[in-house]
């Protein structure tokens, strides 16, 4: 279980926990999406906007760097974002 940071902004060493998953690996997105397609309904629908390419989704990545010292950036994928003006007209 990853603890907070302490005083001095370290972040301790995540620890597993009895039945946590022991190992993880990255698949080609090939293999992940057939592996989504054939057993995990709910993934299934996401995953459609991955496959999106007509731009009706509008899914975006973005990198970010990680807060843990030594590990790699992560992407995250959202939605548009809002610029300041946008948010401004929306609440007309």
Same mark, same amino acid.
């Given at each position: 279980?990853?603890?907070?940071?302490? %005083?001095?902004?370290?972040?301790?060493?995540? %620890?597993?926990?009895?039945?946590?998953?022991?190992?993880?690996?990255?698949?080609?997105?090939?293999?992940?999406?057939?592996? %989504?397609?054939?057993? $995990?309904?709910?993934?299934? $629908?996401?995953? *459609?906007?991955? /496959? /999106?390419?007509?731009? %009706?989704? /509008?899914? *975006?990545?973005?990198?970010?760097?990680?807060?843990?010292?030594?590990?790699?950036?992560?992407?995250?994928? $959202?939605?548009?974002?809002?610029?300041?003006?946008?948010?401004?007209?929306?609440?007309?």
């Amino acid at each position: 279980r990853l603890e907070a940071p302490d %005083v001095d902004g370290m972040i301790p060493e995540p %620890v597993a926990e009895e039945g946590e998953i022991a190992a993880v690996a990255w698949l080609p997105y090939e293999e992940y999406r057939k592996m %989504v397609v054939e057993e $995990h309904p709910m993934m299934r $629908h996401l995953i *459609q906007f991955c /496959d /999106d390419e007509e731009g %009706v989704c /509008d899914m *975006q990545r973005t990198i970010l760097n990680s807060v843990v010292p030594g590990r790699d950036p992560s992407p995250l994928y $959202h939605a548009p974002l809002r610029k300041n003006n946008e948010k401004e007209d929306s609440k007309i």
